[in-house]
């Protein structure tokens, strides 16, 4: 069966031997087709003053988030009548934003109604509209705040500030020349699923559970839209679940394309050959989908949720996000024991790993970088103490998840194969939240970076070394 969708030719691959089952599996994937078009630009002319209102309506309300946050913070329990005042001045400038976002997507139907670009731009303020219900949702959250810890809500008003950066994010694109780019990064799933976890770590949200190996190679991707589209899927997934046990589950795999086509599944012939995907599914425990329903889901404007006035985008939207980086979209489903959502993406090349992980003395030196030299001077000027070396970040997360206690220091490149510093840096905080960590850069203009205890300018000064790791030897702190 041939699809035809925004931008994209998508081919649907389903197991019909048989009627579809509830444990059958939907198959959806897609090749890349047009760029911007003059419908695009149509639209853009007609949304671009809204646009414009809309995200400095978004910059506005930032700032009252954030005072919010700091009140939680610093001044509870003897401000709750603030708190109240921020809630409700923040919920009147939400619900206008969502009813912006919601006008705007009719506004975009009606100027393009059967093409692709109007349902983009649907898709695109649908999950903005997602976005800043995290914001919506935190005065039903806090309606008992005398019985409230102050940090997690602290923590839910963080969620709701991540939200509305994504939303702006969106809206910056929308306003670009091609209205939705990719941004392609090296991203990994560990990254995708802790980012989630923080965005809803919100009241009455079901609990989030995520696994995924540090082995797993990383994606190229737009990790923006890639989060968008995952976060649709939680979204259809809390609306799934009917009952107060609700759990949502993220996790990672690595998979041939050979075992795709061994279960049945052949891929487009058109599109480009991938070896190995990494499947990131988004399991529920909610009430399932029928199996008559099933293989409609990822139609645009198909919705289970009318009365709710759900509007049947956020499938489509994921979809079509999936497709644009190559990548497939498969569901399962059960009735009454709940649904699984799996994203196929190509996977990028394995990152350098320990084959067999060390015990490590106390107060090693843990070094992180794939420059041969850099390993060759520190090892020779650290004579006598414990250095360890790992040539990527995964490679060092791998040492320190068995030997948290036992590392003192972290030398840590800026640029490195697999984890990005980033991510590599929130892995070891995960791990080890007061272990010292110095980056290595060659970059001049990098004088500080987050999570991290200083930066050290390439060439190694080894002269400023050695005084940093000296009081490891003594059990100081410097």
Not at 114 to 132: K, P, R, V
Not at 204 to 211: A, K, Q
Not at 435 to 455: C, K
Request: one cysteine or more; aromatic letters at 4%; charged letters at 20%.
């Amino acid at each position: 069966m041939l699809f035809r969708a925004h931008k994209f030719a998508l081919c649907i691959f389903a197991l019909l031997v048989s009627p579809l089952s509830a444990n059958d599996d939907l198959f959806i994937g897609a090749k890349n087709k047009a760029s911007a078009s003059c419908a695009e630009r149509l639209v853009l002319q007609s949304l671009q003053s809204s646009l414009e209102q809309f995200q400095s309506s978004l910059a506005d309300l930032e700032p009252e988030l954030r005072a919010l946050k700091s009140t939680l913070e610093n001044q509870l329990p003897n401000n709750i009548q603030t708190v109240h005042y921020f809630l409700a001045r923040i919920a009147y400038r939400n619900a206008g934003l969502i009813g912006s976002a919601m006008k705007m997507s009719e506004i975009a139907t009606s100027e393009d109604p059967d093409g692709e670009t109007g349902l983009g731009y649907s898709e695109a303020f649908h999950d903005i509209g997602n976005l800043l219900s995290i914001t919506a949702s935190l005065p039903g959250g806090f309606s008992q705040l005398e019985s409230l810890d102050p940090r997690e809500m602290a923590e839910g008003v963080e969620a709701a500030i991540e939200g509305l950066v994504a939303a702006r994010k969106i809206v910056e694109g929308l306003l670009s020349a091609d209205p939705l780019p990719l941004r392609r990064k090296t991203v990994s799933a560990r990254r995708l699923f802790r980012d989630i976890k923080k965005l809803l770590s919100i009241p009455g949200h079901p609990e989030i559970e995520w696994s995924a190996d540090i082995s797993l190679p990383s994606m190229n991707a737009d990790p923006i839209a890639l989060s968008r589209a995952l976060l649709n899927l939680c979204t259809n997934a809390k609306h799934a679940i009917k009952h107060d046990r609700g759990k949502i589950t993220l996790s990672a795999e690595l998979v041939s394309s050979d075992s795709l086509n061994s279960m049945g599944q052949a891929l487009n012939d058109n599109a480009s050959p991938i070896d190995q995907y990494i499947v990131l599914s988004v399991k529920d425990n909610g009430v399932g989908i029928a199996p008559d329903v099933l293989p409609k889901v990822f139609g645009a404007g198909f919705t289970t949720r009318p009365e709710q006035n759900g509007r049947g985008l956020g499938l489509s939207s994921t979809l079509h996000i999936v497709s644009e980086h190559d990548g497939l979209v498969a569901v399962t489903s059960e009735l009454g024991e709940g649904t699984t959502f799996k994203i196929f993406m190509p996977a990028a090349e394995s990152p350098p790993l320990v084959e067999t992980i060390p015990a490590l003395a106390s107060g090693t030196i843990l070094l992180v970088d794939d420059d041969r030299i850099t390993h060759l001077v520190m090892n020779r000027t650290l004579t006598g103490r414990s250095v360890y070396s790992a040539s990527s970040g995964n490679a060092a997360v791998q040492v320190l998840q068995a030997n948290s206690a036992q590392v003192s220091h972290i030398f840590l490149d800026k640029n490195m194969p697999g984890l990005t510093l980033r991510e590599t840096v929130e892995e070891i905080r995960a791990i080890n939240p007061t272990v010292l960590i110095h980056v290595l850069t060659a970059d001049s203009n990098l004088n500080s970076f987050p999570g991290t205890n200083r930066v050290l300018h390439k060439p190694i000064d080894m002269a400023i070394i050695l005084p940093l790791v000296e009081p490891a030897t003594e059990g100081e702190q410097p």
